[in-house]
């Protein structure tokens, strides 16, 4: 019987190595339709076609008028000419067989001579449909525009179709969001997992939100916006755990499960009042959505607090289940599905007891799935597209290199999950491509593993990771963006070597943990990034013990390949800025981390290179060369200056990057200042400090301005005490 599942998975992605019909032709849409019927030939597209909308859909025209014109700078006519476009929409053109919800998402879209139709089922099949047209037409030449003869009928494999906007560690602009809802509206994404966390403004308790969050009216706004799209914002609130953006604040704290700000008591009846609450004020911000996300993700210590029931993991299993029910029954009174992360510390024997219509976020155990089938339940497919990774997600290549990294890279893993994942053993409904914020990566780094989502939650198993993103650079950067697969490589490479070739230190700064999934109290110590600086010289002689060269050898050998294709990647990225025809933003943010990744090589280089010129003044000291060994010394100095003083600098650039697109972090609003408190169990790099300055902080960590300053301090006495000018430095760097 296992040979017999082996061959038939070996079989199966087998088949899914050929390119798709569309492709073959040079054609592309994102995701790849369902079925289609190529016929021989290509018809031209230009200014001369008319558009004729009969849909009553204003979205679905207005959107191929904008888009035809950004994308392909045709303007089409309203009304005359032989050449048309009709959109229209007439229930049962395309028959799916599926449920009324998958089957009002379906759309025909013929080409044929001086006539393209799209007709939808419903106005989501006919929107949908115009997302394939607008993407269809190949560039020929100068101001030549081809889509080929053909017939597509299109629908989605899953109805769900979740990405996942995490707010941990950052607040996108308005009109950012509104970009975003566009992206997404063209991979035909249907759902947001609008993770909020402290960036709105929850009225019950205003204490939650941060300075300058989201307002009730913003967030509507987004809703509304997504809507006309066809998108359901859904907010997603952790709770009882992953909770300390509420128990940090001193009105809550008495809240705190076992005294961590990490997870509430859920003994305590307040703690329901509490997170009900915030579920009452996003579910009155987020009108016309139907579902809401409960989380209960890594509810390590349900009942930890021991007041309701001994805690034990029987009892631990029924306070989870318990709020589930509570939180389920609350939610349903106001309309809307519920959606839980179903996983550890509920028990198997205890799945029984779930509501059968709470969506089940992840299967936490292969052991569940019989038991939620009894019940009916639905499951979604979930799969991570961004997690441990620093400054760049692991798109393409493995992730061997990073941290605890799998091997594969993550757009392989999500097209097999995907593909063949043990939802299919359920009745899955949906897929959720999580990006979560714990590392503080910039959402423009995210859009490649979001749109892999959408295209395989959307038709699973069909279009190879490679030809996805091929297809994805020419839609999301425009036909003339070549050699884009290559920026990210560099891309991904130099931010695995960057995350690589930094020492791992117990925290200054994160005092002991709480504990983990494996109990309270274990694994309670911190880690930082961080390098130490050259050896000091001592008086009299300059004496110093050689550490970097032999401590580093491999980081070392790290940036002597690395710098080099910084360079190439930098002069890439600047190539590129100037050739794509949309979202450049997007690679400035690019070229702002990748100036930031090479300013690390340089930075190890000027270690060894200050740790050599210090060696170099000790023999000329033993010398009785004094000019030189001050000239070393200098050297030594200047090397790190220089590096300290473009890190800063270069730090400053990519702040300003981000900030076009997000809110300053952790900023104060109208004289309200961020309350920072770092989460005691969950170590997320990004929650080091409350500005963006934990991407600085490894380096900053290094003590290099008492580094320069000592040093500067040795040089003078030493100069002094054998009469030797000293030339190339100012004054030392005095502290605040």
Known sequence: MRSVILLVLTSCLAAAQTVTPLWSRGYSIIPAPRTVQLQTGDVLLDSTWSLADQSSSPIAARSLIKDFEDFHGITLRRSGGAKVIQLAIAPGTVHTGAGPDLDAQAYRLRVDGNRIEVIGNAAAGL?????????????VGVGRLLVPKVTIEDWPRLQLRFLHWDTKHHQNRMETLKRYLDWSARFKVNMIGFELEDKFQYPSNPEIGAPGAYTPAELQELVNYGLERHIQIVPVIQAPAHLAYVLKHPKFADL????????????????????????????????????????TDEVYYAGI?????????????????????????????????????????LLTKHVEQLPPDVIA?????????????????????????????????????????????????????????IAHGRHWQGKPIGAFGAAWDDSGLHDE???????????????????????????????????????????????EQ?????????????????????????????????????????????????????????KYTRFLQEARTRGPENDQLLLALNDRIGRVDRNQYNLEVFLALAEFMGHHWRLLDALAGAEQALIEAHSAAGGNKAEKAVDRLVAAYSAIDRQQKEGEQIFANLTAVFEKSRYPKGRSVAGRKFVHVLDDVKDHFADRTADLSYMMMPEREIGLDQWLKTLYGTIQQYAREHNVPVRGIGPARLEE
């Not at 499960?257 to 609450?277: E, H, K, M, V, W």
């Not at 155990?365 to 497919?381: F, T, V």
């Not at 490649?448 to 395989?456: E, I, R």
């Open 127 to 139: 929107f949908y449909g115009v997302q394939s047209l607008i993407q269809l037409p190949r560039r």
């Open 256 to 295: 705190r499960a076992d005294g961590s700000n990490y997870q509430s008591a859920l003994c305590d009846p307040r703690t329901y009042d509490l997170i009900f609450s915030m579920y009452d004020d996003v579910i009155r911000a987020t009108k016309g959505v139907k579902y809401l996300f409960a989380s």
């Open 305 to 345: 607090e021991g007041t309701c029931r001994p805690y034990n993991d029987e009892n631990r299993s029924l306070a989870w289940l318990e709020f589930v029910k509570r939180a389920r029954d609350h939610v349903a009174r106001q309309g809307r599905r519920m959606l839980v992360w179903d996983e550890y510390p």
């Open 361 to 417: 976020g992840v299967i936490g155990e292969p052991e569940y799935l019989p038991i939620e089938n009894r019940l009916g339940m639905n499951q979604l497919a979930y799969v991570s597209m961004q997690g441990s990774e620093l400054l760049f997600p692991d798109n393409l290549i493995n992730g061997a290199r990073r941290p605890g990294g799998s091997g594969r890279s993550r757009l392989a893993t999500a097209f097999d999950s």
């Open 445 to 491: 780094t995210f859009w490649l593993g979001w749109s892999a989502v959408a295209q395989w939650a959307w038709n699973p198993g069909t279009v190879t990771p490679a030809q996805h993103t091929a297809e994805f650079m020419r839609l999301y950067y425009g036909p003339d963006a070549t050699e884009m697969i290559s920026i990210y490589r560099a891309m």
């Open 494 to 550: 130099q931010a695995r070597s960057w995350q690589i070739t930094w020492e791992s230190i117990v925290s200054r700064v994160r005092g002991p943990g709480y504990g983990n999934s494996y109990g309270k109290g274990v694994g309670t110590e911190r880690d930082d990034l961080t390098l130490s600086p050259p050896p000091l010289p001592r008086l009299p002689d300059l004496a110093i013990t050689p550490s970097i060269a032999g």
